[in-house]
């Protein structure tokens, strides 16, 4: 059976071929060339990429027989765009904040018509979107009146954006901002009917967009979404349209430790590693990607979510990232664009784990061969232009690249592998000469992830890097804050902080800490009524002392 679903997948012909996958329990890995097996598919199974294939076809056929923007961004072909951006809050806007959407819709095959609805939308956050070439107009919709529908006067933002290579040349379109204003009567015709989610996250982040904040075992993160990120990357954010995952909510003195899975992968494989870390001093984020897609598209993505500053601030910790297989060629391709822009976020070091710097020979086998081709298949041929720029530019002065390889057996660490990744595409001499240390590690490619001694490197790693806050002041914020009932009077960024940085607090406005900031200096001068309140801290700390001064004027950490 294998060799002769092996001829079907090599001439496209899958008809009848799905049905014999389904009745297997196991993954068939002999449906297509060995080659691309262990490269390209090593994560996937065969089933899974029969299945899509089908999807594949049929999405190519229905847009020949009745061309439609939404079946366009389906299929793998085609090229689309990341859009994201601000909802902007507005002093109109104040109301308009509840059961919020954005929608894209294009004129392009029939009037209005619907490509994709970002449920997740938040004001003073981010939404994000993967649509196909074409102009689009972006609404922003509130349920104001309660009835579980989107109607045509509910519109409460709106902006255009044209998508295409003239425009947008890296397909990635960033800061699509859209002010949110009154609710205002819109006269879309035939808008079809858009349900407002009945469904909420089950924890609403102060400070992260809407759906970011998600546990490690969150449904979101199954094998079957991060398997559809590989060969339907529209249906994956459709599902996933953020891709900025944490897993609590945000402090800002801890240092950001970034998880970069590779194809196939999800938030869920660094579950080890996360545990691993001192949370008191580190928080684990996520960037979570249709790993199927363009590879110098997602590490723009990257780029501007992750190190431009535009996203997230500059000041702070330094970041780490932690990158594994084909993540780490998205994270070094970031680092160029990093490195061109002269500024940014300060990456104090980089952890890849199992990275193909060198490509999969394979791809070019892949891309030859099988009748689906995702996008990034293309960019890890080792003759491609993706491989071969992928070190023209330095980190910065100030990043260490720590490169962790992977091998399967000592007796064979000379020409083997880890399983999917050959050593010599591990450790090409570009990677070897622009790496700070290099580690090597007796573990199968995936299982690098959950290996003590790997884990254990990484996290000492992470602990090794400089916080700019006195360890004096770490040590009280790692303390935490106050668990006692805080009334309505309070507001929820106000009880964050608290909840958060109470003792903190306590002792700078005691005089038990020194301001070593000009923040932490007027919130001192509130605290002695010199200085009015102007943001959450010093409004929430006001309140407190009042509500419990004893508590405040205690001189205990």
């Known amino acids: 059976m294998g060799h002769t679903l092996q001829r079907k997948v090599r001439t496209g012909r899958v008809t009848g071929a799905i049905s014999e996958c389904r009745r297997t329990s196991s993954p068939i890995r002999t449906l297509l060339p060995a080659a691309i097996v262990l490269g390209l598919l090593a994560l996937a199974s065969g089933c899974t990429y029969l299945r899509y294939t089908s999807v594949q076809k049929r999405y190519e056929a229905q847009h020949d027989e009745t061309p439609r923007q939404w079946l366009a961004k389906h299929v793998l072909g085609k090229d689309t765009w990341f859009v994201y951006g601000r909802l902007l809050e507005t002093p109109a806007s104040a109301g308009a904040t509840e059961s919020l959407s954005v929608v894209a819709l294009s004129n392009r095959y029939r009037p209005n018509e619907v490509v994709e609805v970002n449920r997740l939308g938040k004001a003073a956050s981010y939404f994000g979107m993967n649509l196909p070439q074409g102009e689009y107009r972006l609404l922003v919709l509130a349920d104001s009146n309660g009835n579980g529908i989107y109607d045509e006067g509910e519109v409460v933002g709106e902006t255009a954006v ?93 240092v950001p430790v970034v998880f970069v899975h590779g194809i196939g992968g999800s938030p869920r494989q660094f579950s080890t590693m996360v545990e691993g870390l001192d949370r008191t001093r580190s928080k684990p984020w996520f960037f979570y990607y249709p790993s199927g897609a363009d590879l110098e598209q997602l590490a723009r993505l990257f780029h501007d979510v992750f190190l431009s500053g535009r996203v997230i601030p500059r000041e702070g910790a330094p970041m780490v990232i932690v990158a594994h297989s084909m993540g780490g060629l998205v994270v070094r391709e970031a680092m160029n664009l990093r490195t061109a822009a002269g500024s940014g976020v300060d990456v104090a070091a980089i952890v890849t784990l199992a990275t193909p710097f060198g490509g999969d020979p394979s791809a070019r086998l892949g891309v030859d061969n099988a009748p689906i081709v995702p996008p990034a298949w293309r960019d890890l041929d080792p003759a491609g232009a993706f491989i071969q720029g992928l070190f023209r530019q330095p980190l910065p002065p100030s990043t260490e690249h720590h490169l962790i390889y992977a091998y399967r057996s000592r007796d064979d660490i000379a020409r083997g592998s880890d399983g999917v990744v050959p050593l010599a595409q591990q450790l090409p001499a570009p990677a070897l000469r622009s790496a700070t240390r290099t580690y090597g590690f007796e573990a199968e490619h995936t299982a690098i992830l959950r290996t003590p001694r790997a884990v254990d490197s990484v996290a000492a790693l992470v602990a090794q890097v400089k916080n700019p806050l006195p360890e004096e002041h770490l040590r009280l914020l790692a303390a935490g804050g106050f668990d006692v009932p805080l009334g309505e009077a309070y507001g929820a960024r106000e009880r964050h902080a608290l909840e958060t940085y109470g003792r903190y ?24 009524g010199t200085a009015t309140p102007t943001n959450d801290f010093e409004s929430a700390w006001l309140k407190f002392r009042a509500d419990y001064p004893d508590l405040a004027a205690s001189p205990a950490p």
């Open 162 to 254: 044209h998508l295409a290579s003239s425009t947008f040349p890296d397909k990635v379109a960033g800061s699509v901002d859209i002010a949110l204003v009154a609710p205002y009567g819109v006269a879309i015709p035939d808008l079809a009917a858009i349900a407002v989610p009945i469904e909420r996250p089950a924890r609403e982040s102060l400070f992260f967009p809407k759906g970011a904040l998600r546990s490690i075992d969150d449904p979101i993160f199954s094998e079957a979404t991060a398997q559809m990120g590989i060969y339907d990357p529209a249906a994956f954010v459709e599902l996933a349209p953020m891709m900025f995952y944490a897993l609590e909510e945000d402090a800002g003195y801890k």
């Open 505 to 528: 607090l306590r002792a700078l406005a005691n005089g038990a800490l020194a301001p070593i900031h000009p923040e932490q200096r007027h919130f001192v001068a509130v605290t002695q």
